[in-house]
């Protein structure tokens, strides 16, 4: 059987195929590389990072639910000293495309986190996070607010001179004007879409389940509602999407390929399983094969057509 070509390019960004981790769901990268060589990946977005150090949210921090679960970790992480430090260093040496996740509850943090990375030959580009609160507008976060996405990634743009993609909530009532606004603000690429807000509670205890009372709702319960968004913002055609949220499978990564998505992130699917990238991009691989492509590209947005 011939090779079927798997590259893509989420826009300047060319991948050797069209799997990424979603960040926060495998650290920066060392405990999977335990379980298979990095290079398989088209990519690896890591843990988000902020400026200071932040221990993050109270336990417990994690809640099953019907066909998901809920997270409120509280972005967690050493700190951009420390992950330039400690991390990068590791990561400079892996064979795929490093991309750091950025938050900030201002928009100083992010112009900060964008400057302290433009000179790093480690990092391949940025995935800017405007799913955080805005401390100094009364909490509402950026990503809600065309205004304000557009602020934060022509700060970031301003300071970080390489590709740059924005994570877009899906809790909006105009996600085509946020998607404009990242695109008018510098931004190449757009991840679709993070976690929806969400609360389960302990009958027993008579509390919220979570110690932060909210999370974020991941895994397949998201999957419609992310589908739904890259196939709408595909059609709109206003950049290249990397497609996120419930991917479990190779069958469910074809769908969001098939919906106009040049790539895919996962992300729940790998606490379950941390070989599930890995069993994914094969699975994308047997379905083409199955279909008689002998390109991924054959396939991308033909939903659409």
């Not at 030959?121 to 205004?147: K, M, Q, R, Y």
């Not at 009372?213 to 589908?227: D, E, F, M, N």
């Amino acid at each position: 059987m011939a090779k079927i070509d798997l590259s893509t390019a989420l826009g300047e960004l060319e991948l050797s195929n069209p799997v990424l981790t979603a960040s926060g769901t495998c650290g920066f990268g060392q405990e999977l590389a335990s379980e298979f060589q990095l290079s398989e990946l088209g990519g690896l977005i890591v843990k988000g990072i902020t400026v200071e150090p932040s221990t993050g949210n109270p336990p417990p921090r994690i809640v099953e639910t019907p066909a998901g679960i809920i997270n409120s970790i509280g972005l967690e992480n050493p700190g951009i000293a420390n992950f330039k430090k400690e991390q990068l260093p590791w990561l400079a040496r892996q064979e795929t495309k490093i991309l750091a996740n950025i938050s900030g509850h201002s928009i100083a943090d992010f112009a900060k986190l964008a400057a302290e990375l433009k000179d790093e030959p480690g990092i391949t580009g940025l995935e800017i996070n405007v799913s955080c609160p805005n401390i100094g507008e009364g909490g509402l976060a950026f990503g809600t607010d065309p205004a304000m996405v557009y602020e934060v990634t022509s700060k970031v743009a301003k300071n970080y001179p390489g590709w740059i993609m924005v994570k877009l909530t899906p809790v909006v009532s105009d996600i085509e004007a946020v998607a404009q606004a990242a695109k008018e603000g510098g931004a190449k690429s757009l991840a679709v879409a993070n976690t929806l807000p969400a609360l389960d509670i302990d009958l027993k205890r008579q509390k919220p389940e979570l110690g932060n009372i909210y999370g974020g709702l991941s895994g397949p319960a998201i999957r419609p509602v992310a589908l739904k968004l890259v196939y709408q913002l595909a059609a709109a055609d206003i950049l290249p999407i990397l497609g996120v949220g419930g991917i479990m499978t190779g069958e469910d990564a074809v769908k969001f390929l098939l919906a106009g998505a040049k790539a895919i992130a996962v992300g729940t699917a790998t606490l379950l399983d941390p070989q599930a990238a890995l069993k994914i991009k094969e699975g994308i691989a047997d379905y083409l094969a199955h279909h008689n492509y002998s390109s991924l590209q054959e396939i991308i947005g033909k939903a659409q057509q």
